[in-house]
C-alpha cells in the first residue's frame, strides 16, 4: 500500500494530511475475547430469547474455522448451555485437536457431528432440521453466521449518537447480518459500504430482507478470489497495518475491508474532507487456523 501509516491515536489511523480525509476503526474485536465484534452482537438478543424460552442446547452451523462456532461455544459455556455444531466437512472429525477453532470449541463444551459438503447444503432444508431434532431432541436453533432478525437487533447498537459525524460506515459482508444492522441505524446522509469475504451476488437479497433503506452499497472488488482466499499482497498488507498501527485484522474480513478501504482512499474514491468510520468484526481467532493453511502453501504467514 501506498501510505506509510503512523500508530493509531484513539483508534484514528493518522493518514497524510494532504489527503483531508480522516479514518477511524471502532473496535468492536475488544468486546470479549472469545465472543468478540458482531458475533457478541449477533448472540446477545438470541442469548436472552433463549433463556426466556427456557432452552438448554444450542444448535448451529459451521467450517473448519468459523468464527460462529468458536464464540456460540463459548457463549455456551459462560451462559450454561449444552452446544452442538453441526461442521461441514467429514475429514475434520479425525483432525480435531490439530485444529485451534474446533479444539478451542471442543474445550468450551461443544459436541460436534460433522458431515459432507453435499449434506451440509441442506441444512436449512425442513427434512434436515427434523432429522437433527430427532436426532439431538429440542434445541435453539442459530443459523450459520447467527443472522437471523434478532442478531440484526444485536447489529443495529454498532452505532452510537457519536458516530453521527462519519459520512461513510464501512464493514465486511458475510452473511449480511451485520451491515444490515448499520444500515439499519445509520442515518440518511449517512453512506455505508459493504465489502462482502465472498463472490456471488446473493447478499443483496439476503440484505434487504432485514434492511429497507438504499443508502448502502456493496464494493464487490475485494475478496481476493472467494470466502478464505487470501493472497501474499493481502497477508503483507495486514502484517503491515498492525506493525505500523498496533490494530490486528484477520484475513477473512477485516483485513480485505480495510485493503479495499486504501485501495479506495488511492483511487480518490472518497470526496477530500471525508470522515469513515470502518468497523473491526473481530475474528481474529482464526489467524492460527489460516496460518498453519499458509505455512503448507509455503505462503508468509500473519503475524499473531
Known amino acids: 500500500m501506498k501510505y506509510n501509516l503512523k500508530k493509531s491515536v484513539n483508534n484514528k489511523i493518522l493518514l497524510p494530511d494532504e489527503l483531508g480525509i480522516e479514518l477511524y476503526i471502532k473496535r468492536d474485536d475488544l468486546i470479549h475475547p472469545n465472543i468478540s465484534g458482531n458475533k457478541y452482537r449477533k448472540l446477545k438478543y438470541n442469548i436472552e430469547e433463549a433463556q426466556q424460552l427456557n432452552f438448554k442446547r444450542l444448535l448451529t452451523f459451521g467450517g473448519a474455522f468459523s468464527n460462529h462456532i468458536a464464540a456460540v461455544a463459548s457463549v455456551g459455556k459462560k451462559f ?52 437433527l431434532q430427532n436426532e439431538f431432541d429440542s434445541f435453539y436453533l442459530l443459523p450459520e453466521g447467527g443472522t437471523n432478525g434478532l442478531a440484526v437487533k444485536g447489529c443495529e447498537e454498532i452505532l452510537t449518537e457519536d458516530d453521527a459525524r462519519f459520512d461513510f ?82 484475513p477473512v474480513y477485516t483485513g480485505k475491508m480495510l485493503f479495499g478501504i486504501f485501495d479506495m482512499i488511492n483511487a480518490d474514491f472518497f470526496p477530500k474532507g471525508s470522515k469513515i468510520l470502518a468497523i473491526h468484526t473481530g475474528g481474529l481467532q482464526g489467524i492460527q487456523g489460516m496460518n498453519k493453511l499458509l505455512i503448507k502453501k509455503n505462503l508468509p504467514i500473519l503475524a499473531i
Open 169 to 250: 460506515i464501512c464493514s465486511s459482508v458475510g452473511t449480511g447480518g451485520t451491515i444490515s444492522g448499520l444500515i439499519n441505524s445509520s442515518l440518511p446522509d449517512q453512506q455505508v459500504l459493504g465489502f462482502p469475504a465472498l463472490k456471488g451476488n446473493f447478499l443483496k437479497n439476503e440484505i434487504i430482507k432485514f434492511a429497507d433503506k438504499t443508502n448502502w452499497k456493496l464494493i464487490d472488488d475485494y475478496h481476493f478470489g472467494g470466502y478464505a482466499k487470501v493472497s501474499v499482497e493481502l497477508i503483507e498488507f495486514i502484517n503491515i497495518f498492525k506493525k505500523n498501527t498496533g490494530i490486528p485484522l484477520d
Open 80 to 131: 450454561g448451555f449444552n452446544t452442538i455444531g453441526i461442521i461441514r466437512g467429514e475429514e475434520l472429525e479425525e483432525r480435531i485437536y490439530e485444529n485451534p477453532t474446533l479444539n478451542f470449541a471442543k474445550g468450551c463444551g461443544m459436541e460436534f457431528k460433522f458431515i459432507s459438503r453435499k449434506d451440509y447444503r441442506n441444512k436449512t432444508s425442513k427434512k434436515f432440521i427434523k432429522n
